[in-house]
């Protein structure tokens, strides 16, 4: 069974930080993983996707890697705003499934 | 370009009690899902339709779930009865296809008590 963990749980850091948040999984034999955003009250808003046989995405000051091999991603913030906060989720898909196994998020707070 | 719909956003009922929810995706997404996503935890997913077709419902607890998508459109999700630990925020998804980027609705807060 594929298993997400996402680390820090929680992180709190001064405007103009660069951040990495981390997303490792069990089961190398992905399709595909995602990255999402989540505001309070709201639902998930995809900011990266990579296919299995990329290395990495960017979009703007956001950007995602993957090492399937360590079964690991990473999505990186350039220069965090306070518009940043909010909760972040990487989601795993299997080649065999078509069922996304969800991380349980990493919660960011941007202080001015 | 209009985002997935769903209705209603809040909903209180009391345990046994049935609700229903509903989802309109994105125009010309053939792929439709809904979510479970307890307070504190990542999505669950209960149920994928491609067009009007089921791909998956291998977590979707069927003695009380049901969900349907007429005409491979819109889609209703259905708990009854309801029970205390249904308590959550269903969320609507979808895509041009399977295990694409996914656009999610709001989402509906449920709570039973």
């Known amino acids: 069974k594929q298993e997400v963990t996402q680390i820090p749980a929680a992180l709190s850091v001064p405007e103009g930080e660069n951040l990495v948040l981390n997303c490792s999984f069990t089961?190398?034999?992905?399709?595909?993983l995602q990255w999402f955003r989540q505001d309070p009250g709201k639902g998930l808003t995809s900011l990266l996707l990579?296919?299995?046989?990329?290395r990495e995405q960017t979009s703007g000051r956001l950007n995602a890697s993957l090492d399937k091999s360590s079964g690991r991603s990473t999505l990186y913030i350039a220069a965090s705003q306070p518009g940043d906060s909010a909760t972040y989720l990487c989601?795993?898909?299997?080649?065999?499934?078509?069922?996304?196994?969800f991380g349980r998020g990493t919660s960011l707070i941007v202080h001015p | 370009e209009a985002g997935v719909a769903q209705s209603p956003r809040y909903k209180i009922i009391e345990k046994r009690q049935s609700v229903a929810f509903w989802c309109n995706p994105i125009?010309?997404?053939?792929?439709l899902y809904w979510y479970q996503q307890i307070l504190g935890q990542g999505p669950k997913l209960l149920i994928q339709?491609?067009?009007?077709?089921?791909?998956?419902d291998s977590q979707l607890p069927k003695d009380r779930f049901s969900a349907e998508r007429l005409k491979g459109v819109d889609s209703t999700l259905k708990i009854q009865p309801a029970k205390l630990e249904d308590s959550a925020v269903y969320l609507c998804?979808?895509?041009?296809?399977?295990?694409?980027?996914?656009?999610f609705g709001p989402g509906t807060r449920l709570t039973v008590t």
């Open positions: 998804a979808s895509s041009l296809v399977g295990r694409d980027e996914q656009y």
């Open positions: 089961d190398s034999a992905i399709y595909n």
């Open positions: 990579i296919q299995s046989s990329q």
């Open positions: 989601a795993v898909w299997l080649i065999r499934s078509y069922i996304p196994t």
């Open positions: 125009s010309g997404h053939a792929t």
């Open positions: 339709f491609q067009n009007n077709g089921v791909v998956d």
